[in-house]
């Protein structure tokens, strides 16, 4: 657990240095929604204008592209000695850039074409992934939970990839039953079967039960830190409040050190 504390003490040093960056856009900005053709299931625009609204794939942002690449090659690496066939994201509080990652890991896996790969948008309390979508509004993850739609009716697919996305348009009465239900380990059964990797958009883990479940249901865990954001006691306690065995890293995010806002710790497993 060593390498673990050193990017915990790391985590705190840069928290105590930088102030958070009120310039930086927000979640809506960075990824301006591309149209989807009428009728279709697909994103209209192609990975052309994709260039323009991910950052991962962005000409302009090369720095950022690459460390989303090497992210997934670690991932990778680690799969080949420890395999998982989902990996929920999660953060100790809200605003460490969670969401971010997992669309554009997701999207960095959905561009290498080895397989088809699955972001789940399993935040049923304050969902985001949906910005990264053309519409607002039809079938989605708490629809299949509720069996009003199937996993065919609400997944959506980003073009020219392959990539599929699995949104939230819409709130339950009561997310963390729906997220401990049965349906949700039938639903992740049929994902694990029909993708190559499923990437799940957790929660903050701190004030919520919803993540301890999610945790449960997929196979491995990624954290997501933000330097300026989480104390070292709060992650701590968070990594307490799951199940510390399907770590199997952390996400170093907003280094002041890094040559782009992303910088990350990669494949701190348990025991290291």
């Known amino acids: 657990m060593g390498k673990i504390h050193e990017a915990l003490k790391r985590a705190e040093e840069q928290r105590a240095q930088l102030e958070p960056d009120k310039s930086r856009p927000s979640l ?7 149209m989807r053709a009428p009728g279709s ?17 962005s000409d ?17 690496s680690i799969r ?19 969401t971010t990652t997992a669309v554009n890991l997701a999207l960095s896996y959905g561009l290498s074409l080895d397989a088809d790969t699955c972001l789940v948008d399993a935040d049923l309390r304050t969902p985001d992934v949906q910005q990264s979508l053309p519409e607002q509004g039809g079938a989605g993850l708490t629809e299949v939970l509720e069996d009003r739609a199937t996993l065919d009716e609400a ?21 963390s039953e729906l997220l401990a239900s049965q ?27 919803d993540m301890t479940t999610l945790v449960d249901v997929c196979d491995a865990a990624l954290l997501v830190v933000a330097a300026q954001n989480s104390s070292k006691p709060e992650i701590e306690r968070a990594l307490g409040r799951v199940d510390r065995e399907k770590v ?25």
Do not use: C
């Open 28 to 34: 809506r900005e960075r990824l301006t929604q591309p």
């Open 41 to 57: 299931r697909g994103v209209g625009h192609s990975i052309r204008d994709a260039r323009r609204t991910r950052v991962v794939v």
């Open 60 to 76: 302009s942002d090369q720095g950022v592209a690459e460390q989303y690449r090497a992210l997934r090659a670690r991932l990778e």
């Open 80 to 98: 080949r000695t420890r395999p998982f066939r989902s990996l929920v994201l999660m953060s100790a509080r809200s605003d460490e850039g969670k």
């Open 155 to 175: 997944l959506v697919r980003f073009p020219d990839t392959r990539l599929w996305v699995l949104p939230a348009w819409s709130l339950p009465q009561g997310p």
């Open 183 to 209: 349906r949700m380990l039938e639903v992740m059964r049929e994902l694990h079967a029909r993708f190559g990797i499923v990437i799940v958009d957790g929660l903050p883990i701190l004030g919520l039960p």
């Open 248 to 272: 199997v890293g952390i996400v170093f995010n907003r280094s002041e050190d890094g040559p782009v806002p992303y910088d990350y710790v990669y494949g701190l497993t348990p025991g290291d």
